[in-house]
């Protein structure tokens, strides 16, 4: 399995190269998660901070965070070496490294602020996302955040049951993916993090885009998905409703050890 995901984002390097795309066609999404991310710097921004993107692919998201937040330090750590090296002829000041997130070279209590993109659902079983979970507290400096970015397993659910209703078919991962399912995830990581409930950052943030990306544009269409279409752009300022999107956002503290 691997294999397979690295295989994939090597493609993902020769298809996009430096574009904004790359790990994330769907426009809307992509501008979602970096204004998320830019949202939440700027909100722990009084002091500069030690910032660390996990999984930062062809390091596009640390481009715009280094431009719209400068004063911190910037860190870009993915294990595809055809993604970094694409990221590291960037012309910003970061440090990009090739490496692991179940066994990262990082000191202990290095960052104030750790986030991902859609990382840890590409390590395709629990215990070891449960592992790279322990890593990312590991990092982080005491009260550290991460800001997490990933994808659910009830989202999706949700979101097939309205398509479902719709006359539309299941909509499926990838197959090297392994969404979080939110029981086992809470349960995990309630010994290592507290979860923040931060107004202006709501968990269900991509919720009515998927509804109307996924189920409405559909049905209009007939079936068909189509990305990035006037249509869905129309819509993509409605407020977060439901829970229909398997892509949820958590902002993680860390806690000391079995507290």
């Given amino acids: 399995m691997e294999k397979v995901v690295r295989e994939h984002y090597c493609n993902e390097a020769k298809k996009y190269g430096d574009s904004s795309k790359s790990t994330m066609d769907d426009e809307i999404v992509r501008e979602r998660e970096l204004q998320m991310i830019s949202n939440f710097l700027k909100l722990k921004g009084k002091h500069p901070k030690k910032v660390l993107d996990l999984g930062c692919g062809n390091g596009y998201c640390l481009e715009r965070m280094?431009?719209?937040?400068?004063?911190?330090?910037?860190?870009?750590?993915?294990?595809?070496?055809?993604?970094?090296?694409?990221?590291?002829?960037?012309?910003?000041?970061?440090?990009?490294?090739y490496g692991d997130v179940i066994g990262m070279e990082f000191e202990e209590n290095s960052f104030d602020i750790v986030y991902t993109e859609r990382c840890l659902i590409n390590i395709f079983d629990w215990n070891k996302q449960k592992k790279a979970l322990k890593e990312i507290h590991r990092v982080l400096?005491?009260?550290?955040?991460?800001?997490?970015?990933?994808?659910?397993?009830?989202?999706?659910?949700?979101?097939?049951?309205?398509?479902?209703?719709?006359?539309?078919?299941?909509?499926?991962?990838?197959?090297?993916?392994?969404?979080?399912?939110?029981?086992?995830?809470?349960?995990?990581?309630?010994?290592?993090?507290?979860?923040?409930?931060?107004?202006?950052?709501?968990?269900?943030?991509?919720?009515?885009?998927?509804?109307?990306?996924?189920?409405?544009?559909?049905?209009?269409?007939?079936?068909?998905?189509?990305?990035?279409?006037?249509?869905?752009?129309?819509f993509s300022y409605l407020p977060p409703i439901g829970d229909y999107s398997q892509l949820q956002l958590y902002i993680l503290q860390k806690k000391k050890m079995g507290m």
């Fill in 66 to 97: 280094s431009k719209e937040h400068p004063k911190n330090q910037y860190y870009g750590l993915d294990f595809s070496k055809e993604l970094i090296d694409i990221a590291k002829k960037r012309d910003i000041s970061c440090k990009f490294l």
């Fill in 141 to 234: 400096k005491p009260q550290g955040h991460y800001l997490m970015i990933e994808c659910f397993t009830d989202g999706l659910e949700n979101n097939n049951r309205a398509r479902k209703e719709c006359g539309l078919s299941e909509l499926k991962s990838l197959p090297f993916n392994k969404y979080f399912d939110k029981g086992l995830f809470l349960q995990g990581i309630q010994d290592f993090f507290t979860v923040k409930d931060l107004k202006d950052f709501p968990n269900n943030f991509l919720s009515s885009h998927y509804f109307i990306s996924r189920v409405l544009h559909p049905l209009v269409t007939k079936g068909e998905q189509i990305k990035n279409t006037e249509f869905v752009k129309f």
